[in-house]
């Protein structure tokens, strides 16, 4: 047991001594008028936590909440329902294309999201995206869009939904700062 300890306690240390921590995360504000009802206020807050392992490799997790109207297109739900949303994504994240300024990669990850009163959703993809350096510190990042599966399970007696494929639109985009450690 203390041999296996030391093994990866040794393997942890290897990896790590390149690594480098980032955090930072994604913020919106959003009014959104549904005919000639008042418009609605959305918020959304998604802190974000990751680790470099190398320039290719990196690691990390990213935890949600949005308050208003969130997109169901789910049986059963019309766009823009009036909720609460807490979900977490851990993700592990490679860089295909790598520059002093400008990185693209590619994040595969599982998504899970609490719909309040309302259900839950279960993903598994990628989601590409950039980050663009200003300096050694800080980071521009965006994602944009999603390829994989989608579930949704309603509360109460209501079926479940799933999608499988690409969604690569002009409303799927992410953007965030990220400050390296």
């Known amino acids: 047991m203390k041999k296996l300890l030391m093994v990866l306690v040794a393997a942890a240390m290897a990896v790590s001594v390149n690594a ?6 994604s913020i919106g504000v959003a009014s959104v008028k549904h005919g000639g009802a008042d418009a609605e206020t959305t918020y959304k807050f998604v802190p974000e936590i990751g680790w470099n392992f190398s320039n290719e490799w990196a690691a990390g997790v990213a935890f949600g909440y949005q308050k208003g109207a969130c997109d169901l297109l789910y049986g059963g739900y019309g766009q823009d329902v009036d909720t609460e949303v807490f979900s977490v994504n851990p993700y592990v994240r490679y860089t295909a294309w790598n520059t002093n300024h400008v990185n693209l990669f590619v994040d595969g990850g599982i998504g899970l999201a609490s719909y309040k009163d309302i259900g ?9 995206g950039v980050a663009v350096s200003f300096s050694d510190k800080i980071s521009f990042v965006a994602h944009v869009g999603f390829v994989g599966f989608d579930s949704f399970s309603p509360k109460g007696d209501g079926d479940s939904s799933n999608k499988i494929g690409v969604d690569l639109n002009g409303n799927n985009i992410m953007f965030g700062l990220y400050f390296s450690f």
């Open 20 to 25: 480098q921590g980032y955090f930072g995360g």
């Open 120 to 128: 839950t959703e279960f993903s598994l993809g990628l989601r590409p």
